[in-house]
């Protein structure tokens, strides 16, 4: 079957596509007697890159940028690093550093305006359809390089008790007022309280139980290490990455290759 570039918009839209005929969510896969317990850690990695041509197999400090994410996520005791690409260079890549890659992502996950979300739901759907027991599943994005050893640790350890642990960026709150005029009316201020907080998710590290029942809180874990926030998306942020290796600030607390 010739497979179709047209672009997949929501989980409803992959399921129908590459599921059909089974729910959306997962506890259809999770009943009584069932065990899936391996712990998987996904890196996502398309081949297309905006801003930075082939940055997920470039060179950073003599290192493929994906083998970092790889490589912290063997060392924090994963029990399969899954790498979702689109590309075979890639997957042959991917698996010098220890990653698995037993399948492509369909061209129609593969467009820049697709969102990662997409991409790791059908990866997942993929593994557990196809009889893999996975149980947790940690989405790594190899464009966040700098993770230790300990960070990750503190993340599994929240992950086992909470069933749930997103990374997060701590933000400045926004302007205290804001005034938004709408269409000739009047402006609209917007007010907040002072003990709200603002924060955005990081890609370090976004794991969950899959099995609903064992998801306890959702947990929200600030990553504090300014190092361990850089995020590669420019030429600015990668000779900044450079440096910082070239001048060991950062420790990884385990020997790279």
């Given at each position: 079957m010739t497979e179709t570039t047209e672009t997949l918009a929501t989980i409803e839209d992959v399921r129908d596509r590459y599921f059909p005929g089974t729910p959306v969510g997962l506890r259809h896969l999770f009943g009584p007697g069932t065990r899936r317990d391996k712990v998987v850690a996904h890196v996502m990695a398309r081949a297309g890159s905006n801003r930075i041509r082939d940055k997920n197999v470039r060179e950073l400090h003599g290192l493929p940028l994906i083998a970092y994410s790889i490589i912290m996520a063997r060392e924090m005791g994963a029990d399969m690093v899954l790498l979702n690409t689109d590309s075979e260079e890639y997957c042959r890549?991917?698996?010098?550093?220890?990653?698995?890659?037993?399948?492509?992502?369909?061209?129609?996950?593969?467009?820049?305006?697709?969102s990662p979300g997409l991409a790791s739901y059908y990866a997942m759907r993929r593994l557990l359809e196809s009889g893999y027991p996975v149980g947790v599943w940690i989405d790594m994005y190899p464009t966040s390089p700098f993770r230790s050893l300990r960070t990750l640790g503190r993340f599994m350890e929240i992950l086992r008790k909470a069933g749930t642990c997103v990374s997060v960026n701590m933000m400045p709150a926004p302007a205290r007022r804001a005034y938004l005029p709408e269409k000739g009316d009047a402006p609209i201020c917007l007010d907040y309280d002072d003990s709200l907080f603002f924060y955005k998710p990081v890609g370090t590290f976004l794991g969950q139980n899959l099995d609903a029942e064992r998801r306890y809180w959702r947990h929200y874990e600030a990553v504090v290490d300014p190092i361990e926030l850089i995020d590669i998306d420019t030429e600015r942020d990668w000779a900044l990455a450079e440096t910082i290796l070239e001048n060991r600030l950062f420790d990884f607390g385990v020997r790279l290759p």
């Amino acid at each position: 079957m010739t497979e179709t570039t047209e672009t997949l918009a929501t989980i409803e839209d992959v399921r129908d596509r590459y599921f059909p005929g089974t729910p959306v969510g997962l506890r259809h896969l999770f009943g009584p007697g069932t065990r899936r317990d391996k712990v998987v850690a996904h890196v996502m990695a398309r081949a297309g890159s905006n801003r930075i041509r082939d940055k997920n197999v470039r060179e950073l400090h003599g290192l493929p940028l994906i083998a970092y994410s790889i490589i912290m996520a063997r060392e924090m005791g994963a029990d399969m690093v899954l790498l979702n690409t689109d590309s075979e260079e890639y997957c042959r890549v991917g698996e010098r550093f220890g990653a698995q890659c037993p399948f492509l992502r369909p061209a129609p996950l593969g467009g820049d305006d697709v969102s990662p979300g997409l991409a790791s739901y059908y990866a997942m759907r993929r593994l557990l359809e196809s009889g893999y027991p996975v149980g947790v599943w940690i989405d790594m994005y190899p464009t966040s390089p700098f993770r230790s050893l300990r960070t990750l640790g503190r993340f599994m350890e929240i992950l086992r008790k909470a069933g749930t642990c997103v990374s997060v960026n701590m933000m400045p709150a926004p302007a205290r007022r804001a005034y938004l005029p709408e269409k000739g009316d009047a402006p609209i201020c917007l007010d907040y309280d002072d003990s709200l907080f603002f924060y955005k998710p990081v890609g370090t590290f976004l794991g969950q139980n899959l099995d609903a029942e064992r998801r306890y809180w959702r947990h929200y874990e600030a990553v504090v290490d300014p190092i361990e926030l850089i995020d590669i998306d420019t030429e600015r942020d990668w000779a900044l990455a450079e440096t910082i290796l070239e001048n060991r600030l950062f420790d990884f607390g385990v020997r790279l290759p």
